[in-house]
């Protein structure tokens, strides 16, 4: 499968998911504009962010992180977090156990 094939979701504003769930996982492919704001929210998944390109400020604990090019992130389940696009970006995610929220 190339990543191309899979048909876009705009799953929140400013928000690009090409997402792939596994039977315990869920892998996403986003492509998010400048200035899209993740709000405060947590969910029982674990996630794990890689950043491909830009950046993206990602707040976890009450503390900002700006995460670049080559950045991984562990967001453990139930925590509160919330971001920000700071430039465009393109980000992968994976969760565990899978997001069926995530269409």
């Known amino acids: 499968m ?3 094939e899979l048909e876009p979701k705009e799953i929140m504003k400013g928000f690009h998911g090409r997402i792939i ?3 315990d996982f ?6 998010i504009e400048k200035g899209a704001s993740l709000p405060e ?3 029982v998944n674990e996630q794990l962010i890689h950043v491909i390109d ?4 990602f707040t976890l604990y ?4 700006i995460c670049k090019k080559g950045s991984t992130f562990l967001i453990p389940a139930n925590v509160p977090h919330s971001g920000f696009a700071i430039s465009d970006c393109i980000l992968i995610d994976v969760f565990s156990p899978k ?3 995530l269409g």
């Open 62 to 65: 009450g503390k900002k992180n």
């Open 54 to 57: 830009g950046e993206f400020e």
């Open 99 to 101: 997001r069926d929220d």
């Open 26 to 31: 869920t892998w996403v492919f986003w492509e």
């Open 41 to 43: 929210h947590n969910h």
């Open 2 to 4: 190339n990543i191309e």
């Open 21 to 23: 769930h596994g039977k």
